[in-house]
T-cell receptor, first 115, second 117 residues
């Protein structure tokens, strides 16, 4: 299986533009999440989902929307891009419960630059 | 509440010498602890994890870590560094028991490992 996939790998936006970062996983994981990684910092949680139709905010949700219509997909939408959203974005998934539920699987990341 | 401190932002070692990446944590409950590695322009890969079994945890690529509750540490070691070990390493803490909701993962700021030929 492919694991966690993200598209695009790179993106440049102008301030005020909107876009959607795609994330998909083929491991039938209930839990999916989005993180951003900024220089000199660890990853910070943006939004997460414990299953289709259920989403909630993480540590830094402002300026981002998510939806979870299927188990496989968890897109992240930037409503009106700002330079402060320049970052590397990682999608992750894991089982919700049971053995191995503590192990996150990360996608390769999307590098976003907002001019 | 929980926090993670990676004591070194950069570590430089010669190829073939031991590696030590230091991590201290604080947690108000029994935590799970992880080390992830990130190679340049790549995603994060799990190296190893501690979830309450043996305190000495062996991971991939010859890495291991020891959970020391009395010192609240989870240092990562490898006996002999290889050039391919050059990467960013993250120590991560999370609550062991989850009841749903956010993961509660707290990431350290990372340690950049440099391998000198």
């Amino acid at each position: 299986n492919a694991g966690v996939t993200q598209t695009p790998k790179f993106q440049v936006l102008k301030t005020g533009q909107s876009m959607t970062l795609q994330c998909a996983q083929d491991m039938n994981h209930e839990y999916m999440s989005w993180y951003r990684q900024d220089p000199g910092m660890g990853l910070r949680l943006i939004h997460y989902s414990v299953g289709a139709g259920i989403t909630d905010q993480g540590e830094v949700p402002n300026g981002y929307n998510v939806s979870r219509s299927t188990t496989e997909d968890f897109p992240l939408r930037l409503l009106s891009a700002a330079p402060s959203q320049t970052s590397v974005y990682f999608c992750a998934s894991r089982r919700l419960l049971g053995g191995g539920a503590d192990t996150q699987y990360f996608g390769p990341g999307t590098r976003l630059t907002v001019l | 509440a929980q926090s993670v401190t990676q004591l070194d932002s950069h570590v430089s070692v010669s190829e073939g010498t031991p590696v030590l990446l230091r991590c201290n944590y604080s947690s108000s409950y029994s935590p799970s602890l992880f080390w992830y590695v990130q190679h340049p322009n790549k995603g994060l890969q799990l190296l190893l994890k501690y979830t309450s079994a043996a305190t000495l945890v062996k991971g991939i690529n010859g890495f291991e870590a020891e959970f020391k509750k009395s010192e609240t540490s989870f240092h990562l070691t490898k006996p002999s560094a290889h050039m391919s070990d050059a990467a960013e390493y993250f120590c991560v803490v999370s609550p062991r028991l989850r009841r749903g909701g956010a993961d509660g993962l707290t990431f350290g700021k990372g340690t950049h490992l440099i391998i000198q030929p």
